[in-house]
């Protein structure tokens, strides 16, 4: 596999060209005076119209004509997209789950970390101590969520369920009748399995995946 995805393009239009032009004028700090605002109206459709006055009404969708300007710039916009390049090779796909969580994981512990905004989290999939006040917990749903993907991406690599094993194997075959044999257990063999931890852990790991799934969409910074 071999991805090359490039940054978003930033739209640059009139309004945007007339900032740089006029980059020494300032307004209570960063903000530009309304001077430079009607510029990049003027450059952008010819024209500056007049502010409303109060109880006057104006359509939201009226069309007013683009400059040449403007559509050049809007035709460079175009020209300008994202670069998004990948190939991919036939291993990636012997085992596509392990190939895309190597992936996933690291992009899921980044956006946790720089995230600045959240979806909205159904109440039914977070603990209960996080079902409370829908607008006091918003975020800490979003990142017990988040937190929950990347556990089960986590555990991809990890041979977790040695965890849920104690004590040693003692393996021997014992010969039977008739030329067969069976595999039993040895003097030395205590071998126990946690059958019920395994099953909790397992179903915590599908329900991350669940999780990704169901929010795919909002996995957006």
């Known amino acids: 596999m ?11 239009g009139p309004y ?12 209570d700090g960063l903000e530009k005076p309304e001077w430079v605002s009607n510029f990049g109206e003027w450059l952008a459709h010819g024209s500056v119209e007049p502010k409303p006055k109060a109880g006057e009404r104006r359509s939201l969708f009226k069309n007013r004509p683009s400059t040449p300007l403007a559509k050049l ?14 190939r991919i090779d036939p291993w990636d796909t012997w085992s596509m789950d392990e190939t895309l969580a190597h992936i996933i994981l690291p992009m899921l512990k980044q956006l946790r970390k720089s995230t ?4 909205y ?5 977070v603990p209960k101590e ?18 929950e993907m990347i556990f089960a991406f ?36 205590t071998l126990q399995y946690d059958s019920e931890g395994r099953k909790a852990y397992a179903e915590r790991i599908q329900n991350g995946f669940r999780l990704f799934g169901k929010y795919y969409q909002g996995l957006w910074d």
């Open 130 to 147: 996080l079902s409370g006040d829908v607008d006091e917990k918003h975020f800490e749903r979003w990142d017990w969520v988040l937190g």
């Open 121 to 125: 989290v159904d109440l039914e999939d």
């Open 73 to 86: 710039l809007s035709w460079i916009y175009g020209k300008n997209q994202r670069v998004v390049k990948v």
């Open 154 to 189: 986590e555990s991809r690599f990890n041979d977790w369920e040695i965890n849920f094993e104690s004590g040693e194997t003692d393996l021997e075959v014992l010969e039977v009748e008739n030329g067969y044999s069976q595999i039993v257990h040895g003097p030395k063999h």
């Open 2 to 12: 071999k991805v090359k995805i490039g940054p978003y393009k930033q739209w640059f």
């Open 116 to 119: 600045h905004g959240a979806p």
């Open 16 to 27: 945007q060209l007339a900032e740089t032009i006029c980059f020494w004028a300032k307004k």
